[in-house]
């Protein structure tokens, strides 16, 4: 059964960038059948959509933080990443990868499964 | 930008029947997908394409559209379905995006 597990830095300074990896077991990040997905949770608030990738490189991101994020894959690690430049106190969260699955148009519907989330906090 | 409006909490005594609605503009042209989310727990998914439930999930979970209304219904509701619920969908516009409605408190009395 598929696995999501992110990895990455706890504490982000202010105005720095936030680097998370989400590895991805029993399956291949290449499979044309997904897309890649990351999700953010503040601290007792609601889900928040970051972006998606798909192999070899369609990518779709939030508006609302698209000039910050960059989501990108690597095949080699059977892994996918995300950036966040230029943090404040406001993107403290849980973050959160999953698989995305497609719709018949072979455009991203659900998610499904999800990481266990790791928290980031972003304070000097 | 597309939004998605869900009631902050719904409250049911065990054995009843919850249901929880998400709203949003022209619902009926897209497939809405569900998440339960227990305290410290990552989402898990419930329903997707409006009605259809993952393999383990109990058929007292259920989902419908109306209108401008997406609902999930929990049909006799067990103290251990108490969690938030959010709804969400892929807003295929000029920039195309996912979006979650703002997360439903169930409460089992």
């Known amino acids: 059964q598929l696995h999501l597990q992110e990895s990455g830095p706890g504490l982000v300074k202010p105005s720095e960038t936030l680097s998370l990896t989400c590895n991805v077991s029993?399956?291949?990040?290449?499979?044309?059948?997904?897309?890649w997905g990351w999700i953010r949770q503040p601290p007792g608030k609601g889900l928040e959509w970051i972006g998606a990738?798909?192999?070899?490189?369609?990518?779709y991101y939030n508006p609302s933080l698209k000039s910050r994020v960059t989501i990108s894959v690597d095949t080699s690690k059977n892994h996918f990443s995300l950036r966040l430049n230029s943090v404040t106190a406001a993107d403290t969260a849980v973050y959160y990868c999953a698989r995305h699955l497609l719709t018949a148009y072979y455009l991203p519907s659900w998610f499904d499964p999800w990481g266990q989330g790791t928290l980031v906090t972003v304070s000097s | 930008s597309y939004v998605l409006t869900q009631p902050p909490s719904v409250s049911v005594a065990p054995g009843h029947t919850a249901r929880i609605f998400c709203g949003g503009h022209?619902?009926?042209?897209?497939?809405v997908h569900w998440y339960q989310q227990k305290p410290g727990q990552a989402p898990v998914l419930v329903l997707y394409?409006?009605?259809d439930r993952p393999s383990g999930i109990p058929e007292r979970f259920s989902g419908s559209k109306s209108g401008n209304t997406a609902t999930l219904t929990i049909s006799r509701v067990e103290a251990g379905d108490e969690a938030d619920f959010y709804c969400?969908?892929?807003?295929?516009?000029?920039?195309?995006?996912?979006?979650f409605g703002g997360g439903t408190k169930l409460t089992v009395l």
């Open positions: 990738i798909s192999y070899p490189g369609t990518t």
């Open positions: 022209e619902i009926g042209n897209k497939s």
């Open positions: 029993r399956d291949s990040i290449t499979s044309s059948s997904y897309y």
């Open positions: 969400q969908l892929w807003n295929n516009n000029s920039d195309p995006h996912v979006v």
């Open positions: 394409d409006d009605s």
